[in-house]
């Protein structure tokens, strides 16, 4: 357990302290909380230096800041952090509720997808995840990595075949649908560059409530 407030922004921290395979380090003014399999650290009130000393530490980890200081920090390191955008959604929003997305077997095949998702696929298991397939194979995915008692952390990840038909909005509304059966609502974060994700993002009626800092190896 963490002394963190459940609020999006600190969803992937819940998530990390929740898992077994989480770590906590203290750091000057602060601690940081990873996870080596999802190569993520974020960074809870911590100084700048001590952010950056760990971000040499961990270059093959992207990390998450929510201060002026740590992300000056940071790109003495050689990084470019980027502002994420993090939105949620009102349990007032009522979902399409749209043909065409089914949950993933366990023993579906990923030999088709690119080897980032499809590992960040694997680590999403045992909860589920939501796809919509074409001819067969299963093209757009839906799945939360992360999960704090009340939000959970939307993923949606469609194969550039099968874009522009309409099937992250399938496939994203019937895992909100889902998860919100189980209590928690949705938390949708995105760069502030990615075009396509924010506006998939308003479409379903997301809000932007909050902002951090996504500094990537």
């Known amino acids: 357990m963490i002394a963190l407030p459940d609020e999006p922004r600190w969803v992937e921290a819940h998530g990390i302290a929740n898992a077994p395979r989480g770590w906590r380090r203290e750091l000057a003014g602060g601690y940081a909380l990873g996870d080596d399999t999802a190569r993520l650290v974020v960074i809870v009130d911590a100084e700048g230096a001590a952010a950056a000393e760990l971000a040499r530490e961990v270059p093959q980890h992207t990390l998450l800041v929510t201060t002026d200081e740590q992300v000056a920090a940071l790109r003495t390191t050689g990084r470019t952090p980027v502002r994420a955008i993090i939105h949620s959604l009102s349990p007032e929003v009522v979902l399409p509720d749209l043909d065409g997305a089914v949950e993933l ?95 998939l993002a308003k479409r379903l009626g997301f809000v932007a409530v909050d902002e951090v800092w996504v500094a990537p190896p």
């Open 105 to 199: 077997a366990a023993d579906a095949s990923l030999d088709h997808v690119p080897g980032p998702l499809a590992e960040e696929l694997s680590n999403a298991r045992p909860h589920p995840i939501f796809a919509a397939y074409v001819d067969g194979l299963a093209v757009a995915f839906a799945y939360a990595p992360w999960r704090s008692k009340r939000w959970f952390d939307v993923s949606v990840d469609t194969l550039p075949s099968a874009r522009q038909l309409g099937l992250a909005t399938i496939v994203a509304s019937a895992m909100i649908r889902h998860e919100r059966a189980a209590g928690r609502e949705a938390v949708w974060g995105a760069d502030e560059g990615n075009v396509a994700s924010l506006r």
